[in-house]
């Protein structure tokens, strides 16, 4: 089983930029996804074997997820940060056999992050 261990969160004004960190086991699958208060979990972006990535809507063209050459580290760089952006950051490892698509099995504590307009 994956642990994951979440870090970089904090409080930026509307505009300003944060990277999280994410340290934990290689998976073929890694993501980043976000909870606000009184809504459901969202995802947000994830990254997979040879570099592909993808990214929700909302976020695309201002976050970028990326790994380290040891595919332990992941990271989300956010920039343009928006008030809507503020939300508990988690990463999350694919667990199971691989069928092909990222499956989410394997969550991190989560790292706030606060964006005020």
């Not at 995802?43 to 993808?54: L, M, N």
């Not at 667990?95 to 394997?106: D, E, T, Y």
């Amino acid at each position: 089983q994956a642990q994951l261990v979440e870090s970089g969160g904090g409080s930026v004004q509307t505009g300003g930029s944060l990277r999280l960190s994410c340290v934990g086991s290689n998976t073929y699958c890694m993501g980043w996804f976000r909870q606000a208060p009184e809504k459901e979990r969202e995802w947000v972006a994830s990254i997979q074997s040879f570099g592909r990535t993808s990214y929700a809507d909302s976020v695309k063209g201002r976050f970028t997820i990326s790994q380290n050459d040891a595919k332990n580290t992941l990271y989300l760089q956010m920039n343009s940060l928006k008030p809507e952006d503020t939300a508990l950051y988690s990463c999350a490892a694919h667990v199971g056999v691989w069928l092909g698509s990222c499956r989410f099995g394997a969550w991190g504590q989560g790292t706030q992050v606060t964006v005020s307009s």
